[in-house]
């Protein structure tokens, strides 16, 4: 039963361009959602969050938005850079102190 | 503060061997969380503790994995006895507030 699901495994990107990653949940009891970034060899980094109570959280080339009654969130990176580069994995949490469930991933290449 | 430290980074054992993952979180985190990496579920959680006490292990796949958490600084996972589809990379986390930082993870390989 996966509660969070990350369809696109991967994506593939120009730089300079927007990269897109999507993400959907399925338990409404979720009320946080985290972005995480991973590279080879590495643990997973947090990236970005957003709290059920607001739709959009942005953080320099990286914005966050959150439609709760479609329980969907994208993650938008713009410009992107060959850094960037690496897999991005979708997180939710049904309160504090609840677990994290994680999504499978999308590997995002972006070219130059 | 030196993050999360898991240990060993990499592991090859043969089938039916012991194999003891081991993870230092964070000084002051109250949460700690086991995952396993693999392709085709992502980063699937096997088992949480907080304040060293677990509190749900339904992600552990079967009765030869299990969890300790002895004391606020450490943890060990232990696959007994191992097998070739347990071959995966193992991350601990460990939480306090809304985020969770990670370890390097364990690559293990079961031959």
């Known amino acids: 039963d996966q509660q969070v699901k990350q369809n696109s495994p991967s994506l593939s990107v120009q730089e300079g361009r927007i990269s897109i990653l999507n993400c959907d949940y399925t338990n409404s009891m979720f009320d946080y959602f985290l972005w995480y970034k991973k590279y080879p060899a590495e643990g997973p980094t947090f990236l970005i969050s957003i709290s059920s109570i607001k739709d959009k959280n942005e953080d320099g080339r990286f914005t966050v938005f959150l439609n709760k009654s479609a329980k969907h969130l994208s993650l938008h990176i713009v410009p992107s850079q060959p850094g960037d580069s690496a897999v991005y994995f979708c997180a939710a949490s049904a309160k504090y102190g609840n677990k994290l469930v994680f999504g499978a991933g999308t590997i995002l290449r972006v070219k130059s | ?111």
């Open chain 2, 1 to 111: 503060d030196a993050g999360v430290i898991q240990s060993p980074r990499h592991e090859v054992t043969e089938m039916g061997q012991e194999v003891t993952l081991r993870c230092k979180p964070i000084s002051g985190h109250d949460y700690l969380f086991w995952y396993r990496q693999t392709m085709m579920r992502g980063l699937e959680l096997l088992i949480y503790f907080n304040n060293n006490v677990p509190i749900d292990d339904s992600g552990m796949p079967e009765d030869r994995f299990s969890a300790k958490m002895p004391n606020a600084s450490f943890s060990t996972l232990k696959i007994q006895p191992s097998e070739p589809r347990d071959s995966a990379v193992y991350f601990c986390a460990s939480r306090w507030g809304l985020g969770a930082f990670f370890g390097q993870g364990t690559r293990l390989t079961v031959v």
